[in-house]
């Protein structure tokens, strides 16, 4: 059972921003590491995005450096995913991820064990 829920996915154009947000309300949420991740069709599910549990750390995929932020707010338990500059290639189901991965595996799937339903986004004109 999903203890994470994706919100904020739709159509989006060309250039154009979407937000996506992650709740957890069942989740000691300050004690996690989260992570977005994408699938899109016939493709692997890849990593965008993780923000550390402690302190301000933020990684990104090189796909999406300098047009995606992602930001956590532990009052509220949830994590965002601004996505900016939208391209066709960011189509895809997101999905947020929970979990205390280590550096090697903060890019892997396999590091994270809570993940929500995911949220589709897609993109056209």
């Known amino acids: 059972q999903a203890q994470e829920v994706e919100s904020g996915g739709g159509l989006v154009q060309p250039g154009g921003s979407l937000r996506l947000s992650c709740s957890a309300p069942?989740?000691?949420?300050?004690?996690?590491?989260f992570g977005w991740f994408r699938q899109a069709p016939g493709k692997e599910r890849e990593f965008v995005a993780a923000?550390?549990?402690?302190?301000?750390?933020?990684y990104y995929s090189d796909s999406v450096n300098g047009r995606f932020t992602i930001t956590r707010d532990n009052a509220k338990k949830t994590v965002s995913l601004e996505m900016d500059n939208v391209k066709h290639e960011d189509a895809a189901v997101y999905y947020c991820?929970?979990?205390?991965?280590?550096?090697?595996?903060?890019?892997?799937?396999?590091?994270?064990?809570?993940w929500g339903q995911g949220t589709q986004v897609t993109v056209s004109s």
């Open positions: 069942g989740l000691t949420f300050r004690d996690y590491d």
């Open positions: 991820a929970a979990g205390i991965p280590i550096l090697s595996t903060l890019r892997l799937d396999t590091g994270y064990r809570v």
């Open positions: 923000h550390r549990r402690n302190g301000s750390r933020k």
